[in-house]
């Protein structure tokens, strides 16, 4: 088994028990290997080595780098395959500044529609990323909090697009979370966020939102301008 092999076993195991497609299940096996450098940038992904880690054919895994090109995350180049993209500081700004315009607009669409289901789910999912240590686990619990706190919006255009853009931002946002203080920063900021929306107050939701990804892009920031492999 080749190093690439194994490294990319040892990220499948954690999605197996996923109910997806073939397609998505390789799309997030890979998303997962580019977000946590086992596929480091300016790689190339291997076909054949990612169809027999993953026990696939060939057919699911270029669907899989399709979605992924779209997500800006690969490449393809002529005659060699697919490339894995550096993050660059340009590309962290704009999303972060396109995120800030969306999501404070869906976030006031969403919170009249918001069940008290919903609230107490987003409350379990703050109290659980105060008690973990793991990134990949708080990346996805960060992912599930914003995802219920905007799904009062979740038939709009908006929604769409908002989805992309975070999906897009996760190898960035998980640099905020591998420092404990960014770690419960975020947290708290949660906390506050949840607190106004239980309150129905969609105004100050909006703007607790907005400083919540400020903060976060400032630590982004400055992690990206000590990283070498990150392009300006």
Known sequence: MTNDQSDLKSIVSRFTDEQVSTPVFVANVLREAII????????????????????????????????????NLISFERNRGARVLPGSIREMIEIFELRKVIEPHLLQLSIPNL??????????????????????????????????????????????????????SERYLRLSLKEPSSQTRSNAEHQQLITACIARDSNRAKELLVKHLESAQSVIHEKLKQDKSVDP
């Open 36 to 71: 946590s450098g086992t596929l480091p940038p300016h790689s190339l992904v291997r076909q054949d080595t990612a169809a027999d880690a993953m026990g696939v054919s060939k057919i699911p895994v270029r669907e899989a780098l399709r979605t992924l090109e779209g997500e």
């Open 115 to 168: 069940t008290n289901e919903d609230l107490t789910n987003a409350q379990n999912l703050i109290t659980r990323e105060a008690q973990s240590k793991n990134q990949k686990e708080l990346g996805e619990l960060n992912r599930q909090f914003h995802e219920i706190i905007l799904s009062g919006a979740k038939e709009t255009i908006g929604y769409k697009f908002q989805s992309i853009l975070f999906t897009t």
